[in-house]
């Protein structure tokens, strides 16, 4: 579904549905609001507010059907005016569209420019959030399913009549069209069946759909690049890995960016078996590879003045007689060697010669997203994703753009002294250590393998697949961390 918008009056454009809005406590309402009050003879204050009651709390919804008209009214509530955020227009809409799409004859729906007037939200960005919520709010996985999900609304329209509101407003439609969809995107590859996809068809898919340059090396080349870290991972599997580089380069780039998604299309846990109720999702541990896919695909239709590769070293975490095993010492891309002491810490190993990989490109930035531990979901459960790496400044700056759009981050330390747990006495480090401290011990671990460039590492452990609905109506893949990291690059533009 597309978002669109119309320099028009709400009242003035033909639809099933109306969305306004109130503020918690709002009696009389103003603006467009108070226009549809009018124009509808006072149903909204004199009969949702005055004899329903409805307060205008954040984030309830009354639905309220107008016979005579054959048209339904939404009131929105936005809760306290000083506590409304950008995020919670995204929400909302995802939570009013949910509703509608349950009945076939809210078919055109027509909604007011939610919190660009008293509110004070820059249209761009109000309209970005309705267009990233409508998308959102419509969303779902039923492929395999023989009964799939109907889709009623039909059309989704947002009406702004004041000319300078409305060209800023445009401009956040046509993002957050792009964006919502690259995200929706990511989620169907999280979805997706292991079983259909593996290293071979996520690296077509990324060639397909990633709308940039993009190469593919197999194993022989991968052996030649000298990825022994990456290739020890996956020769468990009957799946071949495979090394993925999407590439978005602009004619004059103000900024040289490398992202690297961990692609572990299903991790098993190799011979350290994962227990079968923490192996029932694993195909969602190449949600750092859907995200990087994702956001190319989003810059290659915003076209930025950044040039952006993107790196996902694809393959499969699999117990068999040819698996890595727990003692064997992998001598990686940069000529570090490293012990194996759990295969289950596949992850960081396959990042090491990604990340070393990406550094060839001198980029001026580096950021990975990976599914990486256990030990970041006890720390910030499914609220929020670790962030760390070796330049505060950036990793300071990418915290307060994630909060715009509408995701959290939470820095966590990397002091050297979590190495200590990462010391061998036959290799350069082990792949993992101790219990305590193990996102950030990981962090270090990664952090030896870059040599002298900026990097982030986000650690969406909790973050990337949830067992129940988050405020979107998500369940699932989540798509985290693309609208972080694109908002992050167009920072640059």
């Known amino acids: 579904m597309q978002v669109k918008i119309e320099n028009k009056s709400i009242l003035d454009i033909d639809s099933d549905v109306i969305i306004v809005n109130l503020f918690e406590g709002v009696k009389i309402p103003g603006g467009v609001t108070g226009i549809v009050d009018c124009e509808y003879n006072k149903i909204i204050s004199e009969y949702v507010v005055g004899e329903e009651k409805f307060e ?30 950008c995020s919670k227009i995204r929400d909302l809409t995802a939570k009013i569209v949910r509703t509608l799409n349950t009945n076939e004859k809210n078919k055109k729906v027509v909604s ?69 969809n690259s995200v929706n995107m990511a989620r169907d590859l999280i979805n997706e069946s292991s079983q259909y996809l593996y290293p071979e068809t996520l690296a077509n898919f990324a060639k397909e759909n990633s ?24 020769q468990g599997s009957v799946h071949e890995p495979k090394l993925i580089h999407m590439e978005y380069k602009p004619e004059n780039p103000k900024k040289k960016i ?22 029932l999702t694993m195909r969602d541990d190449m949600s750092g590879a859907a995200a990087v896919i994702s956001v190319m695909n989003a810059i290659s239709k915003i076209k930025p003045d950044v040039e952006v590769h993107a790196i996902v070293a694809a393959c499969e975490n699999m117990p068999s007689g040819s698996a890595y095993k727990p003692g064997d ?63 505060d400044e950036n990793i300071k700056k990418f915290i307060e753009i994630s909060k715009k759009a509408g995701e959290k981050f939470w820095q966590l330390p990397m002091d050297e002294e979590y190495a200590d747990s990462l010391k061998s006495d036959i290799a350069d480090t082990k792949n993992t250590g101790g219990r305590m401290g193990g996102a950030s011990a990981a962090g270090v671990f990664l952090s030896k393998f870059i040599t002298k460039t900026p990097w982030m590492h986000l650690d969406i452990a909790g973050t990337a697949f949830l067992e129940k609905p988050n405020s979107e109506g998500i369940k699932g893949g989540v798509g985290v961390g693309i609208r972080s990291i694109v908002k992050y690059i167009l920072s640059f533009n």
Do not use: W
């Open 56 to 85: 205008g709390k954040y984030p309830e919804i009354y639905v309220l059907p107008v016979p005579e008209k054959n048209k339904k009214i939404v009131i929105a509530g936005l809760g306290k005016q000083e506590d409304f955020t």
């Open 258 to 279: 490398a992202i690297v998604g961990k692609g572990i299309t299903f991790d098993a846990g190799g011979l350290d078996l994962k227990p079968p109720s923490s192996m």
């Open 329 to 391: 010492v992998i001598i990686s891309k940069t000529g570090r060697s490293i012990e194996i002491d759990n295969t289950d810490a596949e992850g960081r190993v396959t990042l090491a010669d990604a990340l070393a990989y990406a550094e060839e490109f001198s980029p001026d930035e580096i950021i990975d997203i990976a599914t990486l531990t256990g030990a970041c979901m006890v720390a910030l459960g499914t609220v929020a994703s670790g962030i760390m790496g070796n330049n």
């Open 112 to 180: 007011i420019l939610h919190g660009a007037g008293i509110g004070g939200i820059c249209p761009k960005c109000a309209a970005q959030m309705i267009t990233e919520g409508a998308i959102s709010g419509i969303y779902s996985f039923d492929k395999y399913k023989s009964v799939k999900k109907a889709i009623n609304i039909e059309e989704f329209i947002i009406a702004e009549t004041d000319e300078e509101k409305y060209q800023k407003a445009k401009k956040g439609v046509e993002l957050g069209n792009i964006v919502a």
């Open 211 to 234: 709308g940039v340059k993009t190469e593919i090396f197999n194993k022989e080349q991968i052996k030649e690049m000298k990825m022994n870290a990456f290739l020890a991972v996956g």
